[in-house]
Nanobody, 115 residues
Framework: QVQLVESGGGLVQPGGSLRLSCAAS????????MDWYRQAPGKQRELVAS???????NYGDYVKGRFTASRDNAKSTVYLQMNSLTPEDTAVYYC?????????WGQGTQVTVSS
């Protein structure tokens, strides 16, 4: 059983920053790729960033240069540092991993970018 718990969302002004965290349960964490997705109202869920077990990262084109994913395997936690936020980044952000052919999702954390 894998549980993912996100935190760190909130309301921020355009140009501001937030750091999201995702704490994972289970001994699988250090061996698993972890992803951040987001879903805005009326839109499909989209991949924001992925981070591999050794820290290799990939990003969606819409966040490259602004968002940074990282992980702390000792704490079983992944992070998403979000800078230069725009209203288009407003969404619910989800943590995701796939383990033993099952997809696991966190409950999501709301990020709202507005003045």
């Amino acid at each position: 059983q894998v549980q993912l718990v996100e935190s760190g969302g909130g309301l921020v002004q355009p140009g501001g920053s937030l750091r999201l965290s995702c704490a994972a349960s289970g001994s699988m964490f250090s061996m698993n790729d972890m992803d951040w997705y987001r879903q805005a109202p009326g839109k499909q869920r989209e991949l924001v960033a992925s981070i591999g077990r050794y820290g290799h990262t990939n990003y969606g084109d819409y966040v490259k240069g602004r968002f940074t994913a990282s992980r702390d395997n000792a704490k079983s936690t992944v992070y998403l540092q979000m800078n230069s936020l725009t209203p288009e980044d407003t969404a619910v952000y989800y943590c995701h991993t796939r383990y033993r052919s099952y997809d696991y999702w966190g409950q999501g954390t709301q990020v709202t970018v507005s003045s």
